[in-house]
């Protein structure tokens, strides 16, 4: 996760902090999801990207890179399928 907030090299401490509490906060949120999933499924994902953006910004580090930006090349990940089950 750091490599692809960061790239190659040490991650700083700030940036390093931020994004294990935001793995902390998306374990969190997603146990309790899953026992009362009041929220639908992209209210969550929105929820849970918003959250590391800040966690980001906080540190000093900004925002990670916006899907399908020229900043994310190379860092794309495969769509995701969204249908139930």
Same mark, same amino acid.
């Given at each position: 996760? +750091?490599? $692809?907030?960061v790239? !190659? @090299? !040490?991650? !700083?401490?700030p940036?390093?902090l931020?994004?294990r @509490?935001w793995l902390?906060? +998306?374990? $969190?949120?997603? +146990?309790?999801?899953?026992e009362?999933p009041? +929220?639908d499924r992209?209210a969550?994902r929105?929820l849970? $990207?918003d959250?590391?953006?800040g966690a980001?910004?906080?540190?000093g =580090? @900004?925002a !990670? *890179?916006? *899907?399908g930006?020229?900043t994310d $090349?190379? =860092?794309?990940? *495969?769509p995701?399928d969204e249908g @139930?089950?």
């Open positions: 996760m +750091l490599r $692809a907030v790239g !190659p @090299g !040490p991650a !700083p401490e940036v390093r931020a994004v @509490g902390s906060f +998306l374990v $969190a949120v997603c +146990l309790d999801w899953l009362n009041v +929220l992209t969550v929105e849970c $990207a959250t590391l953006t980001l910004r906080a540190s =580090h @900004g !990670p *890179p916006t *899907p930006s020229a $090349a190379g =860092h794309r990940a *495969p995701r @139930g089950g």
